[in-house]
């Protein structure tokens, strides 16, 4: 059995894991969340003090931020608010720029490349109600990633043979 067979079993189990418990889910994927926030902290602050003879004002500023992500990373452990308002505003972000990028297009493309854009504009219009999901009801959007993970899956255990084959084949 090859890797991508194995990666696309692991991640069906995986998306059904997230589907059948999204809180539990929502919570591990909260606390590693939390977990990167708080050694990305650690690594600042020792950062700061390798360099605080060169750079004092720097060091300063990446001793504060650090104990800033790590008051964050300790907040992510209490409680699934933090990773749904991150989680919205990556959704907003993307929807901003897909309807702007939608908009210009319709404004200055022609033939095909309007269709495009349009579909690029319903996008940016779904990526913004995923947002609203997000704040309102975070656990819809761990089971929207479980189904996402399950087609995933499916595909690198249907089709993922053939990137292998690709890969052999540019590698002779």
């Given amino acids: 059995m090859n890797y991508t067979k194995l990666l696309g079993i692991l ?26 926030l708080i050694s990305l902290g650690i690594v600042l602050i020792f950062n700061a003090f390798s360099f605080w003879s060169v750079a004092t004002g720097r060091s300063v ?13 300790f907040l992510f452990f209490v409680d ?4 749904a308002f991150l989680t919205a505003y990556n ?8 309807i702007i990028v939608g908009i210009f297009g319709i404004v200055y493309g ?17 990526a913004f ?16 990633v479980g189904v996402v ?9 249907t089709v993922g043979g053939a990137f292998d084959k690709i890969d052999s084949f540019e590698g002779n």
């Fill in 11 to 36: 991640l069906i189990l995986l998306g059904i894991i997230f589907i059948a418990y999204p809180l539990v889910s929502a919570g591990v994927v909260s606390i590693f969340a939390g977990l990167s």
């Fill in 61 to 73: 500023l990446e001793v504060l931020l650090g104990f800033l992500l790590i008051l964050l990373g």
């Fill in 80 to 83: 699934l608010a933090p990773l």
């Fill in 91 to 98: 959704f907003y972000l993307i929807a901003i720029i897909l």
């Fill in 110 to 126: 022609e033939g095909l490349s309007k269709w495009g854009s349009v579909l690029t504009l319903l996008l940016g219009i779904i």
């Fill in 129 to 144: 109600l995923l947002g609203i999901f997000a704040i309102t009801d975070p656990l819809l959007i761990v089971v929207l």
């Fill in 149 to 157: 993970l399950i087609v995933r899956g499916a595909l690198l255990f």
